[in-house]
């Protein structure tokens, strides 16, 4: 299981939301790649970066920043927040984003996410399964869709999407632990790579979403707060890894 360091961006600057609340905003560092390079001497080798402002506005406000990061590290990056058609995933692809994150166009523009997987490929996209009581949230989690998780990613598997990152809104930046319940059910009726956000705390919190099969675990507010020690934690998945556990 991967662990993907998170680094959420509000004009420039790398913060943390509480639940997505825009009002209720930490500021972390000024400098994003810098925060970028740390996460990576300490043993990251995959990143995961969200624009916070292209998430609300629909309109990606920090494309310098996040070319920044391409550049200053040599591992793969995924971002997401503000990516609502085909066209924009291939610049980000072009730019050197590994992995373009699709939200609100799953919901709003489904045809778009279908040909940006056909136009970059299925590996180079993930859709991003944002949910508030088992209901999907858009537009940075400031709308309320009719559509639950597990019919979203049934209609993105159609549209020939292979990856998910699923995110419980109600606890991301809590510290509160997974949802392993929704994270559970999701990964039975999908049968496909699922990335979990969303309250993770601790060691044992990632060993629990292992344990579930998942692809990867994104960590924000618990490696900025220093609850979670981001080396030894990719030490301790790595060794169930290698035990075969």
């Given amino acids: 299981m991967d662990i993907f360091p998170a680094i959420d961006l509000r004009d420039g600057r790398c913060v943390r939301l509480t639940q997505g609340d825009y009002d209720r905003e930490t500021v972390f560092d000024d400098d994003p790649a810098a925060v970028a390079k740390r996460w990576v001497d300490q043993g990251a080798r995959k990143m995961h970066v969200v624009d916070l402002d292209g998430a609300r506005n629909g309109v990606r406000a920090n494309a310098d920043v996040v070319a ?19 066209a924009e995933a291939r610049r980000l692809i072009d730019m050197g984003v590994d992995r373009v994150i699709i939200g609100t166009a799953a919901i709003e523009a489904p045809d778009e996410v279908q040909k940006a997987v056909e136009d970059v490929g299925a590996e180079h996209v993930i859709v991003g399964v944002d949910a508030k009581d088992g209901m999907v949230q858009t537009r940075g989690w400031l709308e309320q869709s009719q ?68 692809e990867g675990a994104i960590s924000g507010m618990a490696i900025y707060s220093g609850t979670l020690d981001l080396k030894l934690a990719i030490e301790t998945i790595d060794g169930m890894t290698s035990a075969g556990k």
């Fill in 68 to 86: 920044a990061i391409v550049e200053a590290i040599d591992i793969p990056v995924q971002l997401g927040g503000g990516v609502r058609d085909a």
């Fill in 147 to 214: 559509v639950t998780a597990i019919d979203l990613a049934r209609q993105m598997v159609e549209r020939g999407v292979q990856r998910f990152i699923y995110t419980d809104t109600s606890r991301d930046g809590t510290l509160t632990h997974p949802n392993f319940e929704a994270v559970a059910e999701l990964s039975e009726n999908l049968r496909y790579p699922i990335i979990v956000a969303g309250g993770i705390a601790s060691i044992e919190d990632l060993v629990g979403l292992a344990k579930l099969g998942v």
